[in-house]
């Protein structure tokens, strides 16, 4: 968490009778805000307190010191109110152009150009209303030319209401995107109002939520996510199953820590045998609504959950698979050691990083998720937007091509071959996808079911120096199977659970030396196989390695493991006989920082890359 910028306390807004913001105590960190809340909960007032256009009945809104002496500086604060506060004799240029002006910091703290007003006018895709005044607007540009006119300001924080409304959809991704680049070079904060768990997500690092006038709850978005306090807190972050204590046993095959399971941590899967059964079924876009009856209460639920491969028919006897039972019952007891940097542990000693962001698809800008590089040190990326991209030993993006399907969902690993074909494992649509490296499609290997050589999420696959191949997969059965090169089924091992030997979420594969190593994600740990699938130890995990929700794995040039910490926002350098020897950054959004990381790979020089998909860049570090 960054220092505080600001304190309130004890502060009432309002009418003493029925103040319309009540706040015994808030600290306010630097960094990225979000707050978040039910229309008229009070977010605006809040805003309007830490700008002081408002001023509290009682209490105090304290700026830190530091706020304090950047203001004497620099403008402290930059004000985006709900009605765009837009000055309407002055043109679209000229409110650029006067705030820049009067910009009070020092020239050599200032972007080099990247603020000027001509790059934000076209940045903001304003260029062509430059002599236009506010009423001639519509409201979507008066949004952007208001955010737009705080960038020009460049104070030392950004406090927005409600950002880009009335923009439309598509363009609202690169508006972000700019925006969060600019946060990112010049270290300045942003404090916003918004509606769209989306953009919570994916931009903020503290959330501050809004109900009824008071605060109901602050802290990191992730926790807000996967363990919020009750139904309303957890239905501010998106559509959210709530299984309170009595319900648990109707619905879920096993009782799970905490009431809470957002839609990807749901599979529905077909079973004869369940009391559970499809009415309707409808597709909203990243995951699936169900109607489900249960046959004994007649009671039916609205069920959130991962897209189904099949499409189920009403009258379909389905059971709900929990993916993340495990993961939120182990956060609980480890929550104040697992994932934390212990100071005394190693660090990876990293010379150099270099951080870059993928080439956008129209106004998206996608996430990278798996990546790997081939022999000869070119790196294939695959994003969630379909893509896979190749980017040469230098960096520079060769070509790109898309999955052949991927409206259903995107693929998550990826390994190059002996012979030189990219494979993929093309998750959502239950196979193995074979490329040449001109992205031309070669063939599949697999179907969706639960038999030998179908899959139902396919995650990882790698291959062994005498060509076997051995593809994971996740989604209820969960386990790993091998193949030869030709892609004839030799042998399977594992299935899901917490036993030796068994998987939750097996996302990352490495071998070296006649042993397969595995990230068994869910389970927080890394199991060692012998290649026919005898299982022979766990090198690591929660207790022993501190490791936190391990989505991926690559092998070192001196066979150490690699390990993409999803849940620490970090990664770590272990030996195969499970000692830690390095980690490198913590979770967030800046230099050093990751969120949510989803892959990693690591060359033969030892130049690793990272999937930092939380903040939608590739990290490359030379150790
Ligand atoms: N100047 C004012 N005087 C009296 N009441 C006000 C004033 N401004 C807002 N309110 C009331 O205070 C409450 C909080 O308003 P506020 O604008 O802070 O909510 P909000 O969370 O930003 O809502 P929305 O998401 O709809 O913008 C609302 O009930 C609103 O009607």
Redesign the pocket.
């Known amino acids: 968490m960054g220092i505080e910028l600001w304190n309130l306390e004890n502060i009432q807004l309002?009418h003493p009778s029925c103040p319309?913001?009540a706040i015994g105590q808030l600290s306010i960190p630097s960094g990225v805000t979000a707050v978040i809340?039910?229309?008229?909960?009070?977010?605006?007032?809040?805003?309007?307190l830490l700008v002081e256009f408002?001023s509290p009945e009682r209490g105090v809104v304290r700026a830190s010191d530091s706020l304090q002496q950047e203001s004497k500086r620099r403008l402290g604060v930059g004000w985006v109110p709900?009605d765009f506060g837009l000055w309407p004799l002055l043109s679209v240029r000229d409110h650029l152009q006067v705030v820049s002006q009067g910009s009070s910091q020092p020239s050599t703290d200032r972007e080099p150009s990247a603020e000027t007003v001509d790059e934000l006018l076209t940045t903001f895709d304003l260029s062509h209303l430059s002599d236009r005044t506010p009423d001639s607007l519509s409201m979507g540009e008066r949004a952007r030319l208001a955010v737009a006119r705080s960038l020009a300001m460049q104070p030392f924080v950004h406090v927005m209401?409600?950002p880009f409304t009335h923009v439309d959809p598509e363009r609202v991704d690169l508006y972000w995107r700019v925006l969060r680049e600019t946060l990112r070079r010049s270290g300045c904060s942003l404090i916003f109002?918004t509606?769209f768990p989306s953009v919570v997500l994916r931009e903020a690092d503290f959330v501050i939520c809004?109900q009824d006038?008071q605060v109901a709850w602050s802290g990191s978005p992730h926790e807000l996510y996967y363990r919020p306090e009750n139904k309303s807190l957890a239905n501010l972050l998106g559509p959210a199953n709530w299984f309170g204590n009595d319900e648990q046993p109707l619905w879920l095959p096993v009782e799970n820590e905490t009431p809470c399971l957002r839609p990807e941590q749901i599979v529905l899967q077909e079973d004869e045998t369940s009391p559970l059964s499809i009415e309707k079924t409808w597709n909203v876009g990243q995951h699936h609504q169900s109607e489900i009856q249960h046959g004994e209460t007649r009671e039916t639920r609205t069920i959130y959950h991962q897209p189904s491969s099949g499409t189920f028919k009403s009258g379909t006897r389905v059971r709900l698979s929990v993916v993340l039972a495990l993961f939120l019952s182990l956060l609980v007891p480890l929550l104040s050691g697992c994932g934390q940097s212990d100071a005394q542990e190693p660090q990876l000693a990293i010379e150099s990083a270099k951080i870059y962001s993928l080439p956008n698809e129209g106004p998206m800008l996608p996430a990278p998720r798996g990546m790997t590089f081939s022999p000869r040190g070119d790196l294939f990326v695959l994003d969630d937007a379909g893509r896979v991209l190749m980017f040469d030993q230098v960096g520079d993006l060769v070509r790109k091509w898309w999955m052949p399907e991927y409206d259903v969902g995107k693929p998550e690993g990826a390994w190059v071959l002996l012979d030189g074909r990219i494979a993929v494992a093309d998750t959502h649509y239950n196979r193995i996808t074979f490329f040449n490296v001109e992205g031309e499609l070669l063939g599949t290997l697999g179907e969706f079911g639960r038999g030998p050589g179908q899959f139902i999420y396919t995650v990882a696959v790698t291959q062994t120096p005498d060509g076997f191949l051995y593809v994971a997969e996740y989604g209820g059965n969960d386990r790993i199977q091998k193949f030869t090169h030709t892609g004839e089924f030799v042998t399977e091992f594992g299935e899901v659970g917490t036993e030796n030997g068994q998987f939750q979420r097996p996302s990352g594969l490495v071998w070296h030396e006649g042993t397969l190593y595995v990230a068994d994600a869910i389970n927080n740990r890394i199991q060692a196989f012998d290649l026919d699938g005898k299982f022979l130890r766990v090198v690591a995990d929660a207790q022993t390695a501190g490791l936190y929700y391990p989505y991926d794995l690559a092998k070192g040039p001196d066979g150490s493991l690699f390990v993409a910490e999803y849940g620490a926002g970090r990664i770590s350098r272990i030996s195969t006989e499970g000692k830690v020897l390095g980690r490198y950054g913590h979770e967030g959004r800046g230099e050093g920082q990751f969120w949510t990381p989803w892959g990693i790979a690591v060359n033969h020089d030892g130049k690793i890359a990272v999937a930092d998909t939380g903040n939608r860049r590739v990290v490359e570090l030379l150790y």
């Open positions: 309002g319309r913001l809340g039910p229309s008229g909960a009070g977010k605006t007032s809040l805003l309007n408002e709900a209401d409600e109002s509606h809004i006038g």
